[in-house]
């Protein structure tokens, strides 16, 4: 691997993955899109300290060096039908809540890609498909905020919390990086071999705004207000819109609730 950095290399004792841990990089994501073509499937970036993460639409994921948990894991997408993979992403959110529920939380899923605990933000996904030569991989970045302070939480534009925060004791970055691995795998290979029936069942119990007034924004920025009635067998939401009616959504994002918008606008 082409880097000036040495990586400290963990091997996991059940599962096949490998994680590289670095100190400093800009982004794991990007690294990993990078480097893939030499990286076996499975294979971890971890960035003690990522200047530059992003989220979906462009967006920046803020870290607290040290503090929380930035990685991005080389899936193997060739096994994978290709109408399962915007389900990645989903499984990835449930597998986190599944591991901070191990912590005693409560957590639920913002579809697609967000992970709340009581409304606050405390994980981030974004998934992107790069293709090499001679395979199809997918780089699926999960940033967790694990031991970040009050202080730094308050300066973000949304409602965040901290597993720190939420527990009121420091977290161990590398034992919950290692139990989320095995849950992300194993889901992994049940999207790849059964389907996504398993995983919905498992995200439906866990989705957020089931049932209540929310505003939806599609990527052409227009927004929609109305209520989540189900989540697809596919993974899309099933949305009933004040406008439009029922319609199914297959991209965009749920907008953080009305009240915290209002608050941070007083
Ligand atoms: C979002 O909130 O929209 C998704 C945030 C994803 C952040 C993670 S941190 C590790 C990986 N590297 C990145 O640059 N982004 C993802």
Not at 95 to 108: D, F, I, N, R, T
Not at 178 to 187: A, G, W
Not at 254 to 263: D, E, K, P, W
């Amino acid at each position: 691997m082409n880097s000036e950095q040495k990586p400290k290399i963990v091997k996991s004792d059940k599962t096949v993955y490998t994680i590289y841990k670095y100190a400093k990089m800009v982004s794991t994501n990007a690294f990993l899109k990078q480097h893939c073509s030499s990286l076996p499937d499975f294979s971890v970036i971890w960035a003690d300290d990522q200047t530059d993460g992003r989220g979906r639409f462009t967006r920046i994921w803020n870290s607290q060096p040290g503090m929380d948990l930035t990685f991005s894991l080389l899936l193997p997408l060739t096994s994978l039908e290709h109408k399962r993979r915007q389900n990645i992403t989903q499984i990835a959110a449930l597998s986190v809540a599944q591991v901070l529920e191990g912590y005693g939380l409560k957590p639920s899923v913002k579809w697609p890609n967000d992970v709340l605990i009581q409304g606050k933000k405390i994980s981030g996904i974004l998934c992107e498909v790069t293709e090499t030569e001679d395979r199809i991989c997918g780089v699926l970045g999960i940033g967790i905020n694990v031991n970040n302070t009050e202080n730094f939480l308050e300066s973000l534009d949304i409602p965040a919390t901290s597993l720190r925060c939420e527990l009121h004791h420091k977290v161990v970055r590398q034992n919950l990086l290692k139990k989320l691995l095995e849950i992300i795998i194993n889901c992994f290979n049940v999207l790849s071999q059964s389907g996504f029936t398993q995983n919905r069942q498992e995200i439906k119990k866990r989705l957020a705004f089931i049932n209540e007034q929310i505003v939806f924004t599609d990527l052409k920025q227009d927004s929609y207000s109305g209520k989540i009635i189900d989540l697809n067998d596919d993974g899309t939401l099933l949305f009933e819109c004040e406008k439009r009616g029922i319609i199914s959504l297959n991209s965009g994002e749920i907008a953080f609730h009305n009240s915290y918008t209002m608050r941070k606008s007083l």
